[in-house]
């Protein structure tokens, strides 16, 4: 009985998935719920899992194709009526979707699927890279069990397979740390460390249509698609207003050294960052109007009385916006340790597009790019975004004299239907005076 799976609503609404890449073959056996692809979506890389267990028949795309919501992906001959496939609706009697938003395929305690042999002959290679073998216990098992354990695919995320291609590594010879089996970055890094491997010369990106050798013409998809249209409507929806504010820093920046010195802290990355975030969220309390919203349809405000933060994070793939839950309830290492893990799963592809949407307010940090200050387009929805400045060692004016201090500049951009100047500018003092002086937290609530 053959079975096509069509390509569901990922949870955004989105018309169309672009296929990244297939994680099995036509005649390859799979199983129920183990995952046979990746998709980008406007907003994320997620991972599909076969909603029956059977052989793939026919792969209906390639990677790289755009494929629209409800066209078939691909197809399963499941061998009979009573193959094992998706559990089914009863009451309706129709074969009920598999859960495919946010982390894809529930993971296999079992390890990776095994893959149908493919040229036996040349299975196992001509001849090995003996250090290379010696850095990855693994490998000499895996070089001794049958062709289809030496051609099993490795399961990671593209980030992670360009990572390895970058370092001339063969995802074949790294072992995954967890249970899913799927490599991480952390895996390649570490077996880089072990044999020496050092990254290839970066090259620009293969183009995908050149027109001439003068021009190179590459569609517009995916994230970089949605950060446009995004930053379209908020542009010329919400009345954009712009503040600027420098302060004196210092004392922000020798409380981060001495947190980064004490050793109870140690695995706990408190930069800047993560204190300016805490500096927000207590400044919100204070200043309601800047995370609310506008709500047009019903002709309201709406004040949220919790703090979903966002903190935009460039990517290889574009900009995007995740944010933390409830920030606010949150302590400064609690605050830091959800930026790193959001940061790191940002960086891989991995941020559910569920982490992307409900934010309140956000902040980028444009000085790790070693800028002074921007003029930042709110989020949609959301009537404020900080833009965090780099620190500089300047002369400055400190108790009546002039005196090397860390200085940044903070640019505050807000909606004026929401927010009048005196609210954004009360706002952007507070910060500023939070971060001038990390005890005047202590007087706010």
């Not at 129709?94 to 002959?121: D, F, I, S, T, W």
């Not at 399961?155 to 992670?160: F, G, I």
């Not at 009345?239 to 050793?263: G, M, Q, Y």
């Not at 944010?323 to 893990?341: H, K, P, S, Y």
């Amino acid at each position: 009985m053959i079975e096509d799976f069509r390509l569901p609503d990922l949870g955004e609404g989105l018309p169309e998935a672009e296929l990244v890449s297939w994680l099995v073959a036509e005649g390859d056996e799979v199983t129920l719920n183990q995952t046979i692809a990746e998709v980008e979506t406007a907003k994320a890389v997620v991972e599909l899992p076969s909603p029956y267990a059977g052989v793939v028949r026919t792969l209906h795309a390639a990677a790289g194709d755009v494929v629209a919501v409800g066209a078939v992906l691909i197809s399963f001959d499941l061998g009979g009526e009573d193959a094992p496939a998706a559990p089914t609706d009863e009451t309706a009697g129709e074969k009920a979707p598999p859960n495919l938003v946010g982390y894809g395929a529930a993971p296999r305690a079992a390890g990776r699927p095994q893959r149908r042999a493919r040229g036996a002959a040349s299975a196992r290679p001509s001849s090995a890279d003996t250090a290379v073998l010696e850095a990855a216990p693994h490998d000499a098992i895996r070089f001794q069990e049958s062709v289809e354990e030496v051609l099993e695919r490795p399961r990671s995320t593209p980030p992670v397979r360009k990572l390895a291609k970058d370092l001339g590594i063969d995802l074949v010879l790294v072992a995954p740390s967890g249970v899913t089996g799927l490599i991480t970055r952390a895996d390649v890094l570490g077996y880089a460390e072990r044999v020496g491997a050092a990254p290839e010369p970066a090259t620009a990106p293969a183009p995908m249509l050149t027109s001439t050798e003068r021009t190179t013409r590459i569609p517009i998809r995916g994230v970089r698609k949605h950060t446009a249209e995004a930053m379209v409507r908020s542009a010329f929806t919400a009345p954009h207003v712009t503040t600027f504010l420098t302060c004196d820093v210092t004392a922000t920046s020798e409380l981060v050294a001495s947190l980064k010195a004490d050793r109870s802290l140690e695995g706990h990355r408190i930069g800047i960052m993560a204190i300016a975030a805490k500096a927000v969220c207590l400044a919100l309390t204070r200043h309601p109007g800047l995370n609310s919203s506008w709500d047009e349809a019903h002709g309201e405000i709406v004040e949220h009385h919790y703090v979903n933060l966002g903190i935009a994070a460039a990517t290889g793939r574009g900009l995007v916006v995740p944010n933390i839950r409830d920030a606010d309830a949150m302590t400064l290492v609690e605050l830091a340790d959800a930026i790193a893990a959001l940061a790191e799963t940002a960086r891989a592809g991995k941020t559910a597009p569920a982490e992307m949407m409900g934010g309140t307010f956000s902040i980028t940090n444009v000085g790790v790019f070693g800028v002074d200050a921007g003029t930042p387009i709110l989020n949609p929805g959301e009537a404020g975004i900080l833009a965090l400045g780099a620190v500089r060692r300047q002369p400055w004016e400190y108790r009546g004299e002039i005196a090397l201090r860390d200085v940044m500049t903070l640019a505050l951009s807000f909606d004026h239907r929401l927010v009048d100047g005196e609210q954004g500018s009360r706002f952007m003092v507070d910060v500023a005076n939070i971060l001038r002086e990390p005890g005047r937290a202590m007087l706010l609530r």
